[in-house]
């Protein structure tokens, strides 16, 4: 055999080598590389959609977050009113039971000088009436002169 046979055949031997790949080894590793670069872009996808969904989520848990504070903070201020207006409502009523209570003691202070102005005018009208008693020495009909009597009680 020659070189020119040898080359021939050898060229034969490879381009039958070349098929060969071409058709039964070249289409498995093509799609297994397929599948491998198709698993690689989905799993960069899925990626890319959890950064953002992982994005929208913290952005919905701040503005949660931020409407629990508003909320919160609200709620304080309308509690730290409630107080407020029970506290002012509470010094409201206990002013006026202190001067309902005011008013009765002096309203009781008044009755009882009154009484004591009544009993006062009573036994000074008594002590008038001895008084004139021994003062003329003879009896004075208490019956009789009771006009004489009232009118010296309001005088007095």
Known sequence: MSINATLFVQAIVFLILVWFTMQFVWPPIAKALDERAQKIA?????????????????????????????????????AER????IIEEAKARATEEGNKLVAAARAEAEQQMVQA???LRAQVAVLAVKGAEQILRKEVDA??????????????
């Open 143 to 156: 019956g009789v002169h009771a006009g004489l009597l009232r009118r010296l009680q309001t005088e007095l």
């Open 82 to 85: 409630r107080a407020q207006a």
């Open 117 to 119: 102005r009544e009993a």
């Open 42 to 78: 989905d799993g960069l996808a899925a990626a890319d959609r959890a950064k953002s969904e992982l994005s929208a989520a913290n952005q919905r848990v701040e503005k949660e977050l931020s409407q629990a504070r508003n909320e919160t903070a609200a709620r304080l201020a309308d």
